[in-house]
């Protein structure tokens, strides 16, 4: 039985509300989050205000304790699923109103490979974060990279695997982003067990995602350079 069984989520004021939603995001309370993301919309909140003051900051402490091994996968996929039923809410809002979006992201393991989880880990904590995600599952040729990236557009493409066989072909599809001339058109992160920073350098990738914590630390770094590059500014940040 949780605390917020007998707690009056309508008796708490909006800044109460929303470090309770922090809490909630944490405990992996779907329906709490469902019910809190509504009265906050009640209240007046946008849509955007929600997603990044509620939501997305509390799967930011999420993520940090998850990086710091105070949690793990399955209180993560918990705290993961109750983002996804905030997030139902608000997806279609947040489109009406043309809210700014954080970014979009094409994922996926690379041919030959079938493992899901850490994949999946970074796709929903990605979406946490506030990023729209396209997730395509595993076992992917260098055709539906290409396919996804058409479709969808992304900012971020990202590829992962779990064996050393099927590492190199991360290279295949890199090679292949820059034969046809679209690789700079696209921040690339790879990761995956046997990975390391020297073979995501090596074979021209922008990062080396140790796992998923640590891959939106990286996304949210890129996408803000990205845009400062974009914007004509100088980023003064030190890598």
């Known amino acids: 039985m949780s605390e917020t069984d007998d707690l009056d989520l309508r008796s708490l004021d909006d800044d109460e509300l929303a470090l309770q939603m922090h809490d909630d995001l944490y405990d992996g309370l779907k329906d709490e989050i469902e019910e809190s993301v509504n009265i906050l919309l009640e209240r007046g909140w946008t849509p955007y205000d929600v997603l990044t003051k509620a939501l ?3 799967m930011r402490i999420v993520g940090i304790d998850f990086r710091d091994g105070i949690l793990f996968v399955p209180e993560v996929l918990l705290a993961a699923n109750a983002m996804k039923a905030g997030m139902k809410i608000l997806r279609p809002l947040l489109a009406e109103t043309g809210a ?25 904590m990605m979406e946490g974060a506030g990023f729209e995600v396209i997730n395509i599952g595993i076992n992917n040729p260098v055709e539906n990279y290409l396919e996804a990236i058409e479709e969808h557009k992304p900012d971020i493409l990202g590829m992962s695997a779990l064996l050393t066989t099927t590492m190199p ?8 982003l820059k034969a046809k001339g679209i690789r700079d058109d ?26 998923a914590a640590v891959t939106v630390e990286i996304a949210q770094d890129l996408m803000q ?3 400062n590059i974009r914007g ?7 890598a």
């Open 56 to 58: 997305v900051e509390g």
């Open 169 to 176: 072909y991360m290279k295949v599809v890199i090679d292949t």
């Open 186 to 211: 696209f921040i690339v992160l790879v990761g995956g067990a046997p990975l390391n920073e020297a073979f995501a350098e090596a074979i021209g990738a922008d990062a080396y995602c140790r796992d």
């Open 232 to 238: 004509g500014g100088t980023d003064s940040s030190a």
């Open 100 to 124: 700014p979006s954080v970014g979009k992201m094409v994922v996926g393991t690379v041919k030959g490979d079938i493992h899901d989880i850490g994949k999946n880990l970074v796709a929903m």
């Open 225 to 227: 350079r990205k845009h």
